[in-house]
């Protein structure tokens, strides 16, 4: 199975968005970002957000996190955290909650990392904001953290600079920050991009074992659909600023609902087999946020708009339903043509969820394949 082993949730979600929309004005335009999203998570669990560049995933966690706040950006809709409505409370209340209820693991660590401060400095900082404690005691509670993380000598570790930790060793210790006032809900934005795949099985590993440790959520935000069968127990697929289909690992996987789902599990090549035709791309761009096509922003590029009679996708936007088999999806086609068209995409041998994973470093028996031996040795030295 490629879903996590969380617990199970409970009844009240950790996060409840409703009609989330970001805008941003600008001399071209309004760019909708995000555009009506809706989701709950609850604790235990990830949520995989996934899609191409552009599509709304970051704006969306950055929407969560309330760091749009002071901008341009037109943000309206419900982000309930607990009994905390991040969108309304005061700017003092939402930096309570920001590194003790919510914490975000950003893309790029060494940018999210200030060089002229020690990796310690920093974490301790971020503990130290939500705890009255001593210096000693932070100091304690941080390397306790980073030996938690798997940075090896954290009693040494702790004292260097950001430049002197590899690439892997940084995004331990973002995750380090981030989890370090035990929070409820974690958001990780593409936390394994410009990794090599062992260190990349290592951090998702990680991430799990935290997870099921200290019991948060978890957003994780990605393109590689590795990750997701990987990690994550439900997915949801934006394009456009949209959600276009959401369900468990094992529905978006072998039974998707909307043809860009399809589509990005066509242009996965497979690992079991000699490939013996090219793979299949989504063909065209994804559509530009100022001027989104009028219908179903996906059916320029949609391979089975013809399916649908009378133009309709041209013209007419479709509305996320939710289907007999419990999935969402945004689409118009009918549950018999989606059953046709999966079956033909199936003929064509696209990737199962296993074989996905497997492309984080998970091996046979549901552990990540250490290939490179010298990974743990680099991965102890500073670059």
Known sequence: MPTAGAQAGPATPVLSVRDLVVHFPTEDGLVKAVDGMSFDLYAGKTLGIVGESGSGKSVTSQAIMGLHRGTRARVSGQIRLGEDQLLTIPDERLRTLRGRDVAMVFQDPLSALHPYYTVGNQIMEAYQVHHDVSRSAARARTVEMLGLVGIPNPAKRIDQYPHEFSGGMRQRAMIAMALINDPKLLIADEPTTALDVTVQAQILDLMKDLQQQ??????????????????????????????????????????PQHPYTMGLLKSMPRLDEVRRTQLDPIPGNPPSLINLPTGCAFHPRCAYRAEVPDGRCDREAPQLE?????????????????????????TRSEPSPEELAARTGEGDEGEPTRQNSGTTSQEGEPR
């Open 322 to 346: 939710v289907l007999a088999t419990g999935q969402e999806a945004r689409c118009f086609l009918t549950e018999a043509d989606r059953i046709r068209l999966r079956f033909d995409q199936q």
């Open 214 to 255: 200290f019991g948060s959520a978890i957003i994780l935000i990605t393109h590689d659909l590795g990750v997701v069968a990987h990690m994550a127990n439900d997915i949801m697929v934006m394009y456009g600023g949209k959600a276009v289909e959401k369900g468990t690992v094992d529905q978006v996987f072998y039974h």
